[in-house]
């Protein structure tokens, strides 16, 4: 069990790589993902700072953890909190606003799952 969280961490970075730097160096790319018509240069500067540059810290740090074991905790939990708030409030989002294709649901799914996967992998590890 000492494996799963490092290389589910280090996963978790590297997808979150992929993500922030499409993100950050091409901005519109999330307006064509989801569906934002309006690209002002305040929307733009938003993407590429949240998307692009939250992701990119949020990957280096999950990335990092996963290669020391002792940080392997702190991170999982982190990631817990994370991707369940992030599920939580698209699922509240669906709710709200609806959806237009099936991404929306099963992105949802997959923040929640992922989450409670990795608060799984937190209560594996000794303390």
Do not use: C
């Amino acid at each position: 069990m000492e494996k799963a969280p490092k290389y589910f961490l280090i996963f978790s970075g590297i997808v979150l790589l992929g993500y922030a730097l499409t993100f950050l160096f091409s901005p519109t790319t999330l307006g064509d993902i989801v569906g934002f018509t309006h690209h002002s240069p305040n929307t733009l500067v938003e993407v590429t700072a949240f998307y692009g540059g939250l992701e990119f810290g949020m990957a280096l740090f999950f990335i990092w953890a996963g290669l020391n074991k002792e940080r392997f905790k702190i991170a999982l939990t982190a990631y817990t909190l994370i991707f369940l708030s992030a599920g939580l409030a698209r699922l509240l989002g669906i709710f709200l606003y609806g959806f237009e294709d099936p991404s929306q649901p099963i992105v949802t799914g997959v923040e929640i799952i992922f989450s409670l996967f990795a608060w799984w992998l937190s209560t594996k590890i000794d303390s």
